[in-house]
Structures are given as structure tokens and as C-alpha cells.
């Protein structure tokens, strides 16, 4: 232990290790896979251009920090909740880079929130101000994607429609930017509920 | 005994101090005593940023209005920030301060190339800086501890290769042919992050592996810089504290070789327990778990060397401010790796994944283990580099209650707030909204705790500021300032 190269290899050889067995054999093993089917049916299926914006949103403003993007079944209460109805797999992600497993629930998990709330007008009003669609939610409000701004003429068609304890001035309206909308529009886009044979879920996990 | 004595003697042929060892300590402290302090500098500035994210984050989940129209300061933002100022900015500043000057003292030769340790210092702290300000304006990557836009990551590389290239080229330098197990220490944290940070941004953002592998590398990566870089030099510190400033040699240092590479073995897969029941290979998980039950082997041996150690001279730990500081770095780290290997066990993990848990058990161990490790092994550093006493013992002791105290209430808000939120969240189907709220008290007492920690981090500001700028007095200026080791060390009257 006198000599800096005897350091330097064991501790080369150490992380190398942990490295080859952890990280290259699964990622050989099964990190190649390709989707099923195309088109419509294609699993997973893809995403509109508006959605990726969306999901670089989802990104910037690091909503990572407190939702997830992974089912349990074989564990926990997420099918119960209505979260999914059958485990995340590997093949659910192939297309995404980076990936929003995350690993932090202060927010409920967001895999399936597209099938539980597919109307983009909820989740604006929702990303405007959670406390009109969630009260006592510890969700920030994410004002500054919206723009309050004066009628002229006509209303906006696209301004939200605020119940009446959080409306803003008369004569004025609340616009969602161009982000919020692709923002809303990735969160109503995700759902998984396309059928993976291997994935476990608990009528499978009831047979064994 | 005798034999591991005479070891002992043999590796600290200082302890004892004679005027030909004061002036060649003090030719050393003089040739690195720019690079050092700018590290240490460096150190102080991140903890009191951190401290004050900290204390953002905290306010911010219990009251989401909380400077909630900027878009710059979204919680989302904000939390990545003030774990990367804490690693990167603080733990890795005072981390590198201790172990480049413990390093140049074991050394026992003035070093030449000063000048490289002090440029890429400098050069990693832009760099930090350069990632935190790519994480305000939402380039973030969403992995712990990866968060930094890719284009900080060349820098921060650059920069650490810089720092590590001084501290092997000290380390070669070595006047005794023998090496101690702080310099073992030091060499394996600076080996292991340039392998671990290459593997991740590699594996993740030049040639990224398929949708969740990407998950997996950033989880491998999470715990070993945590385990095998942060940690490292942590010991470093705590070998080379207790002996000098206890006089104590460390009890059983021969097992010091066990405990080092068993503690290298299973800390570099024990971050995968994470993983455990998410669409990752279910076997990548168990590996993860069996390393961390190996832990134990690691976390034994080194209970009993520190304690042994330091319980051996009791009365003096409660005497001695930088003493005191490793006895809470110590107990800190058994609990926290007690924490971490029950953690892992599958039926725990089905009650507190995706909890507040994993982030109490982690500031325990970075702040509470770590953090405190260095700071009084700077307490120590700092009278003997800046050939000044201690501006105000009374500031340091306030420090020491101030933000031990304070880094308990914080691990023990987010462990048992986590245990609560967990078990409902993965337990029941209660509404998620009514979870939190019924969780909320443990949150408002965490932010106590960060208020806490920030006032301790200030006293710690102003006792180095006050210490850096205040003239030399007249004993000061005499060389026998640094008579022998104990004599600087603050004990109350």
C-alpha cells in the first residue's frame, strides 16, 4: 500500500469491475431493443412535434425534481391508485433521451396522467394555478408561462377560463404562451396503456 | 502495541516537534498556502450559497407561492442548484483544501508547482459556476448530481484533472518512502472521479444508452461520488486529524487496509439499491443491495478505529474544536451508512422510495459526515497556514452547536417525514394532495433546520473572514507560534 501505482490499479481494477457487471453486461443484454409494429400501432408510440417541445419544457423547468415517470406493480400502491395498470418496462422508454424515471413522488407519478386527464384545458388551468384544480396542492404555480394581458376587441379564443375567485381584472384575460401549450399538450399525451406482453401487472403477478 | 507504536512514529516523525521540523512545516505551509487558501476561500463562499438555496428549497415545498413568478428559482431549479453547490461547490472546495495540505504535510517537502494546484482551483470554481448558471436558465439534465448543461462538464473535468495531477505529483514527491492512509485515501478519491465522470457523461451524453440504461449509469454515478470520491476524502481527513491533533494514534490501524478496500469494493455498486422495482433489470438492483449490506464490513472497522480512537482521549474531544467536529463526522457516518444499508433492504425501500428519505439519509452523510470532517479539520488547518490564532473561539463553539444541531433536525425532518409520506403513498390510496398535507409540519421544522444551518454557515463566514483579515499580533509574528500542535488548538478557560 506504499506505492501510488498499486492504488491507482486496485482501485482502476475496482471501479472497472463494478462498471463491466453493472452497467456494460445489462446494457448489452438489453439496452438494443426496437419498437414493435409502425404507424399508429407502433409501441411505444410516438410523439408529435409540439409534445417534444413540451417535453423540453417539462425539462427546463425540472419538474423531474417532484414527478415521476415509472409504474410499480409488483410493489407499492400505483396500480391501486390508478397511476397504470401494468409495471413501466424498459421497451416503454427506448425512445426517450434523457428519461424522466425520477425519483421523487412530492407529485403524483406521471406515466398514464394522460389517460387519467386528457383535457389540455385542465392541465393549463392546472400549470397556471394548481390551487383551481388541486386545492392544497404544494405545486408552484407556473404563472410566467401565461401572459395576462389587455382585451382588445375580441377575447382570445385560447384565453383560459378561470372560476371566479381567480380571475383577473375585467377587461383583461390570461393567455398561455406558446411553451404552456406544448407543456399541456405533452402531459395530456402521456399514456402507456398500450398492451406489453412481458410486462407484469397484477392479474399476471396473480397467476404465479 | 509496541510495534503499531513505533509504525505510528515512524509515519508522524513530526508529532513530537523540534525547530528544524517547525521550519520545514513551515516552508511547507508557505509553498501551498495561496493554492490552499484559495480552495478554502472557495469552500466558504459555496457553503453560504448552498446554505441559502437551501433554505429556498425548504421554504419553497411548503409554501409553493414562495418566489413562485420567477421563472429562474422554480423549485425544479432551485433543488438541483443547492445540491450541486453542496457537492461540487462546498464539500468538493474543502475536501480538496484538507486533503492537498494534509497531503503536502505527509509529503514532508515544499511543493514546487504550487502554482498548478492554485490555477486549476480557480479553474473548478468557475466551472461550478458556469454549471449553476446553466441550471437557472433551465439547460439541466434531469439526473442527480448530473444536472450541469454538458457544456460545464469539459471545464469541471479540465479543472479536476488540474487538482489531481498536483496530488499525485505531491504524492510522488513523498519525502519517507512509507505512505499513510489519509494519502491512500486521497489518491483513490481523485482516481475515482475521473473514471466515474468520464463513464457518466460518456454513457449518458456523447454515446447515450437507450432510455432507462441512461437512469441506471446516472444512479451508478450518484453513489459513487458520493462513496468513492466525497467519502474518500473525508477519511483522509478523520486518519490524519485524530492522530495530530488528539495525539492519539489511530487504534487497530492495521486493519486500515481492510476497511479501504472493502469500503472501495461495495461503495462502488451500492448506489444501484435505488433502482430497486422501476423498469430497470430487477438483478441490477440486488447488486446494488448485497453491495450495500457489504458495507458493513467497512463501516465495523472504522467504528472501531474512530471511536476507539477518540474515546481513548475523551476528555480531550470536548476540549479541542476540530476534534469535536470529526466526533460528529464520525457518528454521523455510522448512522448515515446504518441508514443507507437498511435503506437498501427491499421491505424498506417498498415503504420509503420516491420519500424524502433517501435525501435526509444523503444530507446526513454529506453534511453531517463530510461537511463536518472538513470544517474542523480546517479549524485546525487554517491557525497553522495562516500563522494566526483562532479569531474567536467563541464563534467557532457557536458554529459547532449552531449547525450540528441544525444538521440533525434536518436529516431527522426528511427520514421520518419520508417514513411518514412513503408509507401512505405507497401503502394506501389516500389522495396524494391530502398525503402531503398531512406531512407538512415535517417540512415547515426542516426549514428551521436550513434557517439553522445558514446561521451557523454565517458565524463560520465571519470567524474566516474575521481570521484572514486581522494583522498578525506580535506573538503571532514570532515563529513560535507553531510551537507544537495542541498548544493552538481552542480550549475554554
Given at each position: ?63 423531474v425534481a417532484c414527478h415521476t415517470q415509472q409504474v410499480r406493480a409488483v410493489s407499492g400502491s400505483d396500480v391501486e391508485r390508478g397511476w397504470g395498470e401494468r409495471q413501466t418496462v424498459a421497451l416503454d422508454y427506448i425512445d ?113 | ?493
Amino acid at each position: 500500500m506504499n506505492r501510488g501505482p498499486f492504488i491507482f490499479l486496485g482501485v482502476l481494477i475496482v471501479v472497472s469491475l463494478s462498471w463491466a457487471l453493472t452497467l456494460v453486461k445489462p446494457i448489452s443484454e438489453a439496452g438494443n431493443l426496437s419498437a414493435i409494429g409502425s404507424g399508429a400501432d407502433r409501441i411505444p408510440s410516438l410523439m408529435t412535434g409540439a409534445e417534444h417541445q413540451g417535453r423540453e419544457t417539462y425539462q427546463e423547468l425540472g419538474c423531474v425534481a417532484c414527478h415521476t415517470q415509472q409504474v410499480r406493480a409488483v410493489s407499492g400502491s400505483d396500480v391501486e391508485r390508478g397511476w397504470g395498470e401494468r409495471q413501466t418496462v424498459a421497451l416503454d422508454y427506448i425512445d426517450q433521451s434523457p428519461v424522466f424515471t425520477g425519483d421523487n413522488r412530492f407529485g403524483p407519478d406521471l406515466t398514464n396522467v394522460g389517460a387519467r386527464r386528457p383535457d389540455v384545458d385542465w392541465h393549463l388551468l392546472h400549470l397556471y394555478n394548481p390551487q383551481i384544480t388541486s386545492p392544497g396542492s404544494n405545486m408552484p404555480p407556473y404563472g410566467f408561462l401565461f401572459e395576462t394581458r389587455q382585451i382588445v376587441g375580441e377575447a382570445s379564443e385560447r384565453a383560459l377560463d378561470l372560476p371566479q375567485a381567480f380571475a383577473v381584472a375585467p377587461g383583461y384575460e390570461v393567455v398561455p404562451t406558446r411553451r404552456a401549450e406544448a407543456l399541456a399538450a405533452y402531459l395530456a399525451s402521456l399514456n402507456i396503456s398500450y398492451e406489453i406482453e412481458t410486462a407484469p401487472s397484477p392479474e399476471k403477478l396473480s397467476y404465479k | 502495541m509496541n510495534l503499531i507504536c513505533n509504525l505510528f512514529s515512524s509515519l508522524f516523525p513530526t508529532l513530537e516537534g523540534s525547530a528544524a521540523d517547525r521550519d520545514r512545516e513551515q516552508a511547507i505551509d508557505s509553498s501551498i498556502r495561496f493554492a490552499v487558501l484559495g480552495l478554502v476561500k472557495g469552500s466558504v463562499f459555496w457553503l453560504l450559497i448552498s446554505s441559502v438555496l437551501g433554505l429556498v428549497v425548504s421554504i419553497k415545498l411548503h409554501s409553493p407561492d414562495y418566489l413562485g413568478d420567477s421563472e429562474f428559482l422554480t423549485y425544479g431549479k432551485v433543488y438541483p442548484a443547492f445540491w450541486n453547490a453542496l457537492v461540487f461547490g462546498w464539500l468538493f472546495n474543502a475536501g480538496l483544501a484538507c486533503c492537498a495540505w494534509i497531503l503536502a504535510r505527509l509529503s514532508g517537502r515544499p511543493s514546487g508547482n504550487s502554482g498548478l494546484l492554485a490555477i486549476s482551483s480557480g479553474a473548478w470554481n468557475v466551472a461550478v459556476v458556469i454549471g449553476l448558471i446553466g441550471i437557472f436558465r433551465g439547460e439541466l439534465s434531469p439526473y442527480r448530481m448530473l444536472e450541469f448543461p454538458s457544456y460545464a462538464a469539459p471545464f469541471l473535468f479540465a479543472a479536476f484533472g488540474g487538482i489531481g495531477l498536483w496530488i499525485v505529483l505531491t504524492f510522488k514527491a513523498r519525502a519517507y518512502r512509507s505512505a499513510f492512509a489519509s494519502q491512500w485515501y486521497a489518491l483513490a478519491g481523485v482516481f475515482s472521479f475521473v473514471w466515474i465522470y468520464t463513464v457518466a457523461q460518456v454513457m449518458i451524453f456523447c454515446l447515450p444508452a437507450q432510455g432507462v440504461f441512461q437512469a441506471v449509469v446516472a444512479s451508478w454515478f450518484k453513489g459513487n461520488l458520493f462513496g468513492l470520491v466525497i467519502a474518500p476524502f473525508a477519511f483522509a481527513t478523520i486518519y490524519y486529524l485524530i492522530p495530530k491533533a488528539l495525539g492519539q494514534h489511530i487504534v487497530g490501524y492495521r486493519q486500515a487496509g481492510i476497511a479501504f478496500w472493502s469500503w472501495i469494493i461495495f461503495s462502488s455498486c451500492s448506489g444501484l439499491a435505488a433502482l430497486v422495482s422501476g423498469p430497470f433489470p430487477a438483478w441490477v438492483a440486488s447488486v446494488g443491495v448485497v453491495a450495500s449490506f457489504g458495507l458493513f464490513l467497512p463501516i465495523t472497522i472504522f467504528s472501531m478505529q474512530f471511536l476507539s480512537s477518540l474515546l481513548a482521549s475523551f476528555s480531550k474531544i470536548w476540549d479541542t474544536i476540530s476534534i469535536r467536529y470529526i466526533f460528529y463526522g464520525v457518528v454521523a457516518l455510522i448512522a448515515s451508512t446504518l441508514l443507507i444499508i437498511v435503506g437498501s433492504l427491499r421491505s424498506v425501500q417498498d415503504t420509503v422510495q420516491f420519500s424524502q428519505f433517501d435525501d435526509g439519509v444523503r444530507f446526513l452523510f454529506l453534511a453531517g459526515f463530510a461537511g463536518m470532517s472538513f470544517m474542523g479539520a480546517l479549524y485546525y488547518i487554517l491557525p497553522r497556514l495562516l500563522n494566526k490564532e483562532l479569531a474567536s473561539a467563541g464563534l467557532a463553539d457557536l458554529q459547532f452547536w449552531v449547525q450540528g444541531l441544525s444538521i440533525f433536525v434536518i436529516a431527522l425532518c426528511a427520514i421520518t417525514g419520508g417514513i411518514a409520506h412513503g408509507s401512505l403513498l405507497n401503502g394506501s390510496t389516500a389522495d396524494a394532495v391530502a398525503i402531503l398535507q398531512s406531512t407538512q409540519s415535517y417540512l415547515v421544522l426542516a426549514t428551521i433546520g436550513y434557517a439553522m444551518f445558514l446561521c451557523g454557515s454565517m458565524a463560520y463566514v465571519v470567524s474566516f473572514t474575521w481570521m484572514l483579515l486581522a494583522p498578525r499580533s506580535e506573538k503571532e509574528k514570532s515563529a513560535d507560534l507553531i510551537k507544537s500542535a495542541p498548544e493552538l488548538e481552542y480550549t475554554p478557560l
